[in-house]
């Protein structure tokens, strides 16, 4: 039996409830959902998300739900006129891996990045995760480099 074919939906300000499904989603898939679903933002702060140039949510639906997702960040450049595009979550449910979505997605990102005129694309992955390696092994070039996180000076005054 084949899989229940799939749509891609890029989300606009009109789709916050959406947005809270895909939240929920990414709680479900990343088994994180304190992150993802119990402080959610207001529908007026994602409403402005879904808006803004500098952020892009697809989801992939089947019969209505979401069952696959990215959110990515439009990253203007300095040193040229050109921006980049950094996933920043991508997830499939359980039980519609392996279906194509997740390379779906990317693909419909690539061509959102064409339109923006983005230079390139990229994404991190642990070094655990060896399906999401082999997915953006099959897509692109990897790269050798180290992610640090550095804690906020908390007061936010310099």
Known sequence: MSPTPFSI???GRSDAPMMRAVLAMFGTAFEDKETYISSQPSTTYLERLLE???FIALA???DDEVVGAIAAYVLPKFEQERS???IY???VADAHRRQG???ALIMELKDI???RG???IFVQADLVDDPAIALYTKLGTREGVLHFDIASGGSGAA
């Open 9 to 11: 939906h890029a989300l």
């Open 52 to 54: 803004s140039d500098t």
């Open 60 to 62: 992939a639906l089947k």
């Open 84 to 86: 980049e595009i950094y």
């Open 89 to 91: 979550d991508l997830a």
């Open 101 to 103: 979505i997740a390379t």
């Open 113 to 115: 990045a064409s339109l």
């Open 118 to 120: 983005a230079y390139v």
